[in-house]
């Protein structure tokens, strides 16, 4: 038989460790597409496709001129497009799909946590009175808070926004995590921080800003995650590798 292929979605570091375990095994090709954003991602275990496929039609044709037996999606969290465009190509390819996605944090005693549902609503939650804010969200999104431009911003992303926000007092810090927690309560010492500005990313490369809060007495304004319904899905590497095996035999059987 000839080799199961799979295609990962990725830019995570979930989806890295997943293509590393199973590019591991004998009878498997396996592809981790990325979007291009990041001008300089780290080197991945598998070849790489870059850049975007052209909607859900794109996709799909892609699934289908190459063979592809099984989707994973291990994308952000946060990113819902493509999240949404690989559950109509899977339908559109007649292949399954994966979806991998961490496990979001939970607020434990310490957390001083404001929960929304959008980047819009943590922009209301900061309120009228300026305050030093830390937007840890990437760029992506960053410019929703020119809304609100009495506060003081210190933004992080690995990548320079472009634009750059319109607010009059932004200050910009390029890193890649894992951060650790000394160094994260170092900064929002350093930088005089009041509030957090946060996705509910989960996972423990950036969780380090959310432990500083904590030890800090610091709120944090946490954008938490739209449910989606993806069919099977894993929380974990492992769990995602069981998962796997699974709908590859499944499938596979099927076409003999």
Do not use: C
């Amino acid at each position: 038989m000839d080799k199961g292929r799979i295609l990962i979605l990725g830019g995570t570091t979930e989806a890295r460790d997943l293509a590393a375990r199973l590019a591991g095994r004998a009878g498997l090709d396996v592809t981790l597409s990325l979007a291009g954003r990041t001008l300089d991602p780290a080197p991945q275990p598998v070849p790489v496709r870059s850049g975007g496929f052209g909607g859900v039609d794109g996709l799909a044709a892609y699934l289908h001129e190459e063979a592809v037996d099984l989707l994973i999606d291990a994308t952000h969290p946060f990113a819902r497009q493509i999240s949404a465009n690989a559950r109509a190509a899977s339908h559109t390819a007649g292949i399954p799909l994966l979806r991998l996605e961490r496990l979001g944090w939970e607020e434990t005693e310490g957390d001083r946590w404001t929960r929304v549902a959008s980047i819009a609503g943590a922009v209301t939650a900061l309120g009228e009175e300026p305050r030093r804010v830390f937007l840890a969200i990437g760029r992506q999104e960053a410019k929703a808070f020119d809304a609100a431009p009495q506060h003081h911003y210190l933004v992080r992303s690995v990548d320079p926004v472009d634009p750059p926000l319109d607010a009059p007092d932004v200050e910009y810090v390029l890193a890649r995590g894992p951060f650790a927690v000394e160094a994260e309560v170092e900064l929002l010492q350093d930088r005089r921080i009041e509030v957090i500005v946060s996705k509910n990313s989960g996972g423990e490369a950036t969780q380090g800003k959310i432990v500083a809060a904590r030890i800090l007495g610091l709120p944090v304004v946490l954008v938490e995650r739209t449910a989606a319904d993806d069919g099977h899905r894993a929380g974990t590497v492992g769990e995602a590798m069981r998962l796997a095996d699974h709908l590859l035999g499944a499938f596979r059987k099927r076409g003999v």
